[in-house]
Each structure stands twice: as structure tokens, then as C-alpha cells.
């Protein structure tokens, strides 16, 4: 039910807009959150941002130290996309993209197992 589409390939310090879309599901009642997977490594978060409330959303956005300062999230509701812009990609940024829905009301970095998941797209950065 969400799907990603964004990923492929650039030199370091390039930028991709990766998108997350849905069928189904509204995603203004979803927190969102983005996640990648490296070769060998564990999935890591990477950015969330909780369920749209009026003209905010429930508790902080999040964002991994790792790319804090390059990476932002955002919802555009019209198009029930939510949007993850990396910039200043660096190849330590190369892994499978996620992103996942929840339907829970908490501060979205407090998620720990989200309802669905996407099939991932690749981001490759060559230095």
C-alpha cells in the first residue's frame, strides 16, 4: 500500500527527492516515518514526522545525526505524498529507502513497530 519512487544514482554532494506515496491510506492519519538499509548493516531510521494535526503534526520531526542539516521531511496532503529531500548526499547515504505508516498518535521517534512498509527504492551516491 505505500509505495517509494525517487531513488537512483548521483555524485556526492548531489540531492534526490524521494517520495512516498499510498493506496488506501490517507496518509495526513499516518505518521511516516523513512528508513534505510545498507549492504551487511542493520535498517536505521532516518527521519519521521508524526500524524498531521491541523496545520502541524504530533510531536517533533525527527532526523538521524547522520543527516541532520541535509535531509527534511514533508506532506503535501493534496497529493497524499510525503516527501524526504536529501541533499549533500555523501556514499555513506547509499542503501535502500523506506518508508513506513503508522496509525499511532505519538511522537513518531517513539515508534518502534510500524503498521506498513513500502517496497524501498535504491539510492545509490558515487564519490
Known amino acids: 500500500q505505500l509505495v517509494e519512487s525517487g531513488g537512483g544514482l548521483v555524485h556526492a554532494g548531489g540531492s534526490l527527492r524521494l517520495s512516498c506515496t ?3 491510506l490517507t496518509l495526513d492519519y499516518y505518521a511516516i516515518g523513512w528508513f534505510r538499509q545498507a ?11 508524526g ?10 520531526t ?10 527534511a521531511i514533508s506532506r503535501d496532503s493534496a497529493e497524499n505524498t510525503v516527501y524526504l529531500q536529501m541533499n549533500s548526499l555523501e ?3 547509499t542503501a ?11 511522537p513518531c521517534a517513539k515508534i518502534y513497530d510500524w503498521d506498513y512498509w513500502g517496497q524501498g527504492t535504491q539510492v545509490t551516491v558515487s564519490s
Open 39 to 49: 549492504p551487511g548493516k542493520e535498517r536505521e531510521g532516518v527521519s519521521c514526522i
Open 62 to 71: 525527527y532526523f538521524a545525526d547522520a543527516v541532520k542539516g541535509r535531509f
Open 91 to 93: 556514499p555513506e547515504d
Open 96 to 106: 535502500v529507502y523506506y518508508c513506513a505508516a503508522d496509525f499511532r498518535l505519538w
Open 51 to 60: 500524524v498531521k494535526n491541523g496545520t502541524t503534526n504530533i510531536g517533533p
Open 22 to 24: 499510498a493506496s488506501g
